[in-house]
């Protein structure tokens, strides 16, 4: 029995059958007490190797996706974001918008949660099996201006840019980019245009976009016609949940208390 064992576990190994290699003698000896059939065994230890197998894949994927903080729609405070419209969020967060290929804007005022929702629905992404990408807009920026310098710009977007089926493009506008990075960005969008989805966070008005590309009107508009011509835009009015807590903290006090 024991030399069935090795050459079970030996064989297990060669096809990279690690679950069931660890959980095949238990799942034969509970088959046996319970008197089930091979049939059942076989699926059970399958079962077993799959969940396994998903599992590694999700952990695999949430690691790439580089978020900056494991958030959940569960956690936002709908209530205190009075201006964030719930009902268009959750349906968002059933995903069908990446089947479709479809963009997400997000805009508001710092502080409303427009990361927070962003970040909840990539990890939803991760944990559905898609590949994503969460990265801030000027970070981006750095690395699309350093993959062309070093002449590997069109790596970069293969690997980078339309790899991951979800991009998450956060704080657009916070810091406004010169010609060149305004015209990499447009690749960007222009490249995944009706291919992939695209999550953007602003807390510009799209009539204010212009002036965070290098008040390129004409990029700007041509830039916005792809974006969203196949896009949801959630605007998200209100105060920010950051100032709240530190006014509740006590380190902050509102005009009118002075």
């Known amino acids: 029995m024991n030399l069935a064992n090795e050459r079970i576990g030996a064989l297990c190994e060669r096809l990279k059958?690690?679950?069931?290699?660890?959980?095949?003698?238990?799942?034969a000896e509970e088959t046996v007490q319970q008197e089930r059939t091979l049939g059942d065994f076989l699926e059970r230890v399958l079962t077993l190797e799959c969940d396994a197998r998903e599992r590694r894949t999700r952990e695999i994927l949430l690691k790439l996706a580089t978020l900056p903080a494991i958030k959940t729609l569960e956690?936002?405070?709908?209530?205190?974001?009075?201006?964030a419209p719930?009902?268009?969020?959750l349906e968002l967060a059933s995903l069908t918008f990446l089947?479709?290929?479809?963009?997400?804007?997000?805009?508001g005022p710092s502080g409303v949660g427009k990361t927070h929702i962003?970040?909840?629905?990539a990890l939803r992404?991760?944990?559905?099996?898609?590949?994503?990408?969460?990265?801030?807009?000027?970070?981006?920026?750095?690395?699309?201006?350093?993959?062309?310098?070093?002449g590997r710009l069109k790596q970069y977007f293969n690997r980078a840019i339309l790899g991951?089926?979800?991009l998450v493009v956060d704080e657009l506008g916070y810091l406004p980019f010169g010609r060149e990075e305004a015209n990499l960005f447009f690749q960007v969008i222009a490249k995944r245009y009706e291919h992939s989805s695209t999550i953007v966070t602003s807390n510009l008005p799209f009539a204010q976009w212009a002036s965070a590309l290098a008040d390129d009107a004409t990029l700007t508009a041509a830039l916005l016609d792809r974006l969203l011509h196949h896009a949801h835009i959630v605007s998200i009015s209100g105060e920010s949940y950051r100032m709240r807590e530190k006014r509740?903290?006590?380190h902050m006090r509102l005009a009118t208390d002075r």
């Open 125 to 150: 992404a991760t944990q559905a099996g898609i590949k994503t990408r969460f990265i801030s807009a000027a970070d981006l920026m750095l690395q699309l201006a350093t993959a062309r310098n070093q």
């Open 86 to 89: 719930k009902a268009q969020i």
């Open 99 to 107: 089947q479709r290929a479809e963009n997400l804007v997000l805009l």
């Open 248 to 250: 509740k903290a006590g």
């Open 164 to 166: 991951p089926k979800l």
């Open 17 to 27: 059958l690690a679950r069931i290699a660890s959980e095949w003698p238990s799942v």
């Open 118 to 121: 962003a970040s909840a629905l």
């Open 75 to 83: 956690a936002y405070d709908f209530a205190f974001a009075s201006g």
